[in-house]
């Protein structure tokens, strides 16, 4: 059989269609592609490890999504249309595979609903199993099993200038790693902290990555992503050390009991040392005790110098607010302290930490100073 020959139409179609793709001239285009230059073969492996350590550690991240009861409105305040839920979001990781996972105590705290949607686009209804404000850190359970989890490493062995990734949900987006490398250990910028060193990064710590896992190149989480200051451009994380010391806590009582003894504290000045009975400007000099609290009912007065606790040597005052602040409530402790320059030692039973602390009463009489000599730090928190 005799084939017909194409339309005029449509041979006149595929002319045009195929003059549309055919390849530009170079000096027609408005760009310039690459000729296919390959990265230097270093680099190359570091963007391949980097791509695999960050899908490696994405099944175990989580959405946790919030709804909270509308704010009441101020008393004589005129009521506009009807109050809404508010609703934010934040990060979290699972620890274990029968459902259980970290976050930050400011992500769920006065949440009515907790929504946690996994990497494969699950979502569970989340409870609460316990919280601690003081560093940020909420236990959360959903009913699920066989589910991935981020190993937990050692934040000791962290150290200032290696790189970390820190992952989350920032702004409502889904499954973001960003790079940095640790930029200091030490003080947060809570002035509550119970005196233990957090990790400062530069890896983009933004709304929403909170709660999420800050992990080492060896894919172990070293922190839980706490805070971030400055537009994101600083980040502050929980040591996963000090998260695995206070978990047995949450899943027990649903809070920490942080131990306290009821003083507000300073560091002991140069030129004061002498006259405290000191060689060197070391230890933690008491400024004022709390009447009727731990450290008051043990003996110890305003102007003291504790020096060791324990045993345990005390440079200064983060070491005091570290000791007794992860030492059990109820348990009796030995301090050591310097009194108008002679060595004493007292017993204490260490109390429990109080968010609203009293007001110190017994205040520190000050030791004479020459008006050119500078004038003591202000207390510190009550510990």
Known sequence: MRRSPLPLALVLSLVVASAAVAPARAADLLWRDSPGVAAPPDIVRLNDFMHDLSERMKPSLVQVRVRR???????????QGTPEERRSAGSGFIIREDGYLVTNAHVVGDAERIQVR????????????GLDERVDLALLK??????????????????????????????????????????RKGAPIQVA???????????????GNSGGPLVNMAG??????????????????????????????????GKVEWGWLGVSIAEVPD??????????????????????????????????????????SVEGPRDL????????VGKVVKISLMR?????????????YQAQAPRPTRRLVPAPRSPQQPQPPSPQQPR
């Open 118 to 129: 996994l990497s494969d686009g699950r979502r569970f209804d989340g409870r609460l199993v």
């Open 340 to 352: 108008e320059g002679k060595e004493q030692e007292v017993a204490v039973t260490v109390g429990a």
């Open 321 to 328: 607010q570290r000791i007794i602040s992860s030492t059990p």
């Open 271 to 312: 030129e004061d040392a002498p006259k405290l009975g000191l060689k060197e400007p070391k230890g933690v000099l008491i400024r004022q005790v709390v009447s009727g609290q731990p450290a008051d009912q043990g003996g110890i007065k305003a102007n003291d110098v504790v020096v060791s606790v324990d045993g345990a």
């Open 220 to 253: 172990e989480v070293v922190g839980v992503n706490s805070m971030a200051a400055v537009n994101g451009s600083i980040g502050f994380a929980i040591p996963v050390n000090l998260v695995k010391a206070l978990l047995p806590q949450l899943a027990e009582k």
């Open 193 to 207: 902290a119970p005196g233990f060193e957090f990790i400062q990064t530069d890896a983009a710590v933004n709304p």
């Open 142 to 183: 959903i009913e699920a099993s066989g589910l991935p989890v981020a190993l937990l490493g050692d934040s000791n062995r962290t150290r200032v200038g290696e790189f970390v990734l820190a992952l989350g949900h920032p702004f409502g987006l889904e499954q973001t790693v960003s790079f940095g490398i640790v930029s």
């Open 69 to 79: 009861a509308a704010e009441p409105q101020a008393e004589g305040q005129e009521q």
